[in-house]
């Protein structure tokens, strides 16, 4: 008898993301992305440069374990959503101006107190990005920050925004416009492969 396939590699990715890092009792696990460009663009589904327009409301991350597409019974994991208006895109499709990027920023019962996500850094809006992101299965249209580094500020310099220590240390501020190019030329090098 065949198994069927309940989920995909990336709603795991996103779902053990959410319930280890948010984890009342702990500080939670850092999922690490890369330690360097061409890592963080093979492990995103979609890496854009763009501003966020705004807020876009909240979503429950936490997924029943046997049907991703229902919500999980007794926990919710409560993400921020943000409208991003695309500038570039590095890798991955879209098919607007604009796209859903997610941001886990707590956890709890059902019903309950939610308890803050530890690592929980909020977009500000009007602030300009690169963003590396993965699809979430159970709404292909909306991508999850879901692991470390995702964020990169640009101003005039490219600043990681991570609570994961070794971020900054892997990724020193640089010029925002080389910074820029030398994503899209990571980007470039996974397609040639």
């Known amino acids: ?4 396939k ?18 009342p009792t702990s500080e939670g696990v850092v999922t690490v992305g890369g330690r360097d460009l061409d890592s963080l663009v093979a492990a995103s589904d979609l890496v854009v440069i763009g501003s ?3 807020e876009a409301g909240t979503r429950n991350l936490v997924r029943d374990p046997y049907d991703v597409l229902n919500e999980h019974s007794t926990l919710v994991g409560v993400a921020q959503d943000y409208e991003i208006r695309i500038e570039k895109v590095a890798k991955g499709t879209v098919g607007d101006s604009r796209v859903v990027v997610t941001n ?7 019903g309950g107190e939610q308890v803050q ?6 977009l500000t809006v009007g602030g300009r990005y690169v963003l590396f992101a993965k699809r979430l299965a159970h709404a292909p249209t909306v991508y999850a920050l879901a692991f ?19 971020a900054s240390v892997d990724f020193p501020p640089r010029p925002a416009e ?3 190019t030398d994503v899209m030329d990571a980007a470039a090098k996974t397609r040639g492969r």
């Open 1 to 4: 008898m065949k198994m069927r």
């Open 148 to 166: 470390e580094p995702s964020v990169f500020e640009l101003g005039r310099t490219a600043t990681v925004r991570s609570t994961w220590a070794e």
């Open 104 to 110: 886990s920023r707590s956890m709890g019962r059902r």
């Open 178 to 180: 080389v910074f820029v």
């Open 52 to 54: 966020v327009v705004r």
């Open 117 to 122: 996500h530890k690592r929980f850094l909020p």
């Open 6 to 23: 309940l989920f995909s590699a990336s709603t795991v990715l996103a779902v053990a993301f959410v319930i280890a890092a948010c984890s």
